[in-house]
Structures are given as C-alpha cells and as structure tokens.
C-alpha cells in the first residue's frame, strides 16, 4: 500500500493553485497574497507559504515584497488539457499533410487539439454566426487557417490567442505565418513572357481578390504591367467559392480568349482544372502553360514536373508549435513569420501556343 502523507494546509494551498496555473486560470500576474487569502478563505500566513512553495516550484516568479507576482510553467512543463482548435477555410484543409504534421505534433506535445466542426465556408465568412459558433465552442487557442480580412480583424481583437496558418493578416496585432510568395511570382510571370505569353490568368478565392487584391495578385498584375500588357478583370477574374462557379468561370475562359498561361492558388483546384483541359482535349504545355502557387506532396510523383511556388512547410509547423508553447505559458506571442517561396520551372510550362 503506498503510504499515507499529509498535507499542510499551505501544501494544499499550493497545490490548488498549481492546478489553477496548469489549466490557465492563473496566468501573468496574480493578486496579492492578502487578496489571495481572501479568496481561498485561507489566513494571511498560509496563502505566503503556499506562494514560496509556488515560487520554489518555479511556478511563480516574484517581483519583490509587497508587489503582485506572476504565474508561470516551469520549461518543459506543459499545461494539462490546454485546448487548441484548427479552424479550417474548407474541408480539405482537413487532410492538407502539413495541417495534419500540426495537428499530430501538437499532440504530441501534450494538447488537446482538433479540428473545428464547422469551416470558414460552412459560416460563409458572416462574422456573427463565427462569433456564436467561437462562443459556444470554447478554446484556449486558435489557428485559423486562409482567413479573410474582418475574421482576422475579429480574432486579433478577442481575448483569446489566435494565429493567422496564411490568411490577409498584414499589419494585425496577430501572430501568423506569411507566406513570401509575391517575388515567386513575379519571376513566374517573368519566365512566362520570355516564352511568349500574354494572356496570362491567375485563379485565386474569392478573399484574395476582395475587397481589393492581396500581395501576391497585386505582384502578379504588376508583373503584367512592368511587361506592357494592360491587366484588367481577365486577368483576375471573379468567381464564388463554389465548384459551380468556379467552373462556369474557366467555361467562359475558354470559351472567348483563351488564356495561354494559368496561375492558379492551390492544388485542389490545379488538378480540377487539369481535368477540366483534359475534358477538352487540351493540355500543358501544347495548349496552355500552367503554373500551381502552393506545393504538394503529389508532385514528385508527376511527370513532366509541376511548375510551382515552392516554400517549406516544415518551417510553417515548427512556427505553429513554438506559439503553442508560448501561449500555453501566458506569454503574448503575435509575431509574424514571414517564410520565403521560390518559383520552380517544371514541364508544365512551355513556350505561348
């Protein structure tokens, strides 16, 4: 039988407040020892004890006698239970291989992580049904992932860490990971003009492109422009985060003035629309150049190669868990990484039709 030990009062005491610290009801600086006591219903010599143990523990850092304390977890200590939720743009996300080297390295870790029941899309970005779906779904962090502006906006003013997985985040008091793709793109556009291209079209989500283009389409259109081709809405055409429109958008594309050349957000929608080239007997290069502005694991199993915007995602995941870590111990962490991308040349691309 293990033995019997009891505990002081102070003992218990710390104790207590140990576990506050551990789940985050603690955090930064605590009240006095007197204001304390009070609280606890403990006397004023009990509550001192209990602190000192606190600070022995290295659970607690004091500022002198007389002034306020401030809680803290000990290195390697992590928090019990500290609940971390991924809030996806849509449902692809979910299976996404470096969402899913978060998720799993998080846990590892020792948080309880999970993705959000509902996505960006699934709200329709309107900010009111985020809040009460936020408000009834309570977490201790959360990673939003491709969020629009005014979401953005609305997690940097909350009281609860967020951090920004891509997203138009720039210039909001909020942590995130940028990334860097707008010199990419421009030596893409740069290639693609060396090979005769002039009707060149990017396809990014709606987000992107309202309520003004983000970086890298504005990079892209300046890219165009430095060459001397006018750009316009051809170049960045509109269409709603839908299968339907998005399909009905490369329909009227290809249906006036193709363009000979497409550079296009992510990999979902650069194989849709290899598929929808192969539906009409075309293909890249012969018929149109096409150039995906996201890496993917798929890739290295293509033939001729994909041109891509390449970064690497490992610097992404390794960003995501260090803010973990540091908001888990109470710390305000909203630095932006900014992590650098560089265009590869793959067989996809061709001299202009």
């Given at each position: 039988m293990k033995p019997f030990v009891p505990k002081s009062v102070a003992e218990q005491v710390e104790a207590h407040l140990r576990s506050e610290i551990l789940r985050g009801g603690l955090r930064d600086e605590i009240p006095g020892y007197r204001l304390l006591a009070e609280r606890l219903g403990v006397n004023h010599k009990t509550m001192r004890a209990a602190l000192s143990l606190l600070e022995k523990s290295?659970?607690?850092?004091?500022?002198?006698?007389?002034?306020?304390?401030k809680a803290q977890l000990p290195e390697q200590q992590n928090p019990a239970g500290f609940r971390v939720t991924i809030l996806p743009f849509e449902e692809d996300d979910r299976s996404v291989s470096y969402h899913r080297d978060i998720l799993d390295q998080l846990e590892?870790?020792?948080?309880?992580?999970?993705?959000?029941?509902?996505?960006?899309m699934d709200l329709d970005f309107d900010l009111n049904r985020l809040k009460r779906y936020v408000r009834d779904h309570p977490s201790d962090a959360w990673l939003v992932i491709a969020g629009s502006r005014p979401v953005l906006e609305w997690f940097a003013q909350?009281?609860?860490?967020?951090?920004?997985?891509?997203?138009?985040?720039?210039?909001?008091?909020?942590?995130?990971?940028?990334?860097?793709?707008?010199?990419?793109?421009?030596?893409?556009?740069?290639?693609?003009?060396?090979?005769?291209?002039?009707?060149?079209?990017m396809l990014v989500r709606e987000d992107r492109r309202k309520p003004l283009p983000g970086g890298q389409e504005q990079a892209f259109l300046d890219g165009l422009e430095a060459?001397?081709?006018?750009?316009?809405?051809?170049?960045?055409?509109?269409?709603?985060?839908?299968?339907?429109?998005?399909?009905?958008?490369?329909d009227s594309l290809f249906g006036r003035t193709?363009?000979?050349?497409?550079i296009i957000d992510e990999a979902s929608l650069f194989?849709?629309?290899?598929?929808?080239?192969?539906?009409?007997?075309?293909?890249?290069?012969?018929?149109?150049?096409?150039?995906?502005?996201?890496?993917?694991?798929?890739?290295?199993?293509?033939?001729?190669?994909?041109?891509?915007?390449?970064?690497?995602?490992?610097?992404?995941v390794a960003r995501v868990v260090r803010w973990v870590y540091n908001v888990a111990r109470g710390k305000d962490d909203r630095r932006n990484t900014s992590i650098k991308a560089e265009f590869i040349e793959g067989g996809t691309i061709g001299p202009a039709p």
């Open positions: 290295e659970f607690l850092v004091s500022h002198g006698s007389g002034r306020c304390c590892i870790n020792g948080h309880a992580v999970a993705f959000a029941t509902k996505t960006l909350g009281d609860v860490p967020a951090f920004a997985l891509a997203g138009r985040s720039a210039g909001l008091p909020l942590a995130g990971a940028t990334i860097r793709k707008s010199p990419a793109i421009t030596n893409a556009v740069n290639r693609l003009v060396n090979l005769g291209h002039s009707r060149m079209v060459h001397g081709i006018r750009t316009g809405s051809y170049n960045l055409p509109d269409w709603e985060d839908t299968i339907d429109d998005f399909h009905r958008c490369l193709p363009p000979t050349a497409l194989y849709a629309v290899l598929q929808f080239l192969a539906q009409r007997g075309l293909s890249a290069p012969r018929n149109v150049s096409l150039v995906c502005m996201d890496p993917n694991p798929c890739f290295t199993w293509s033939r001729p190669g994909i041109a891509h915007i390449h970064w690497h995602p490992r610097t992404l």
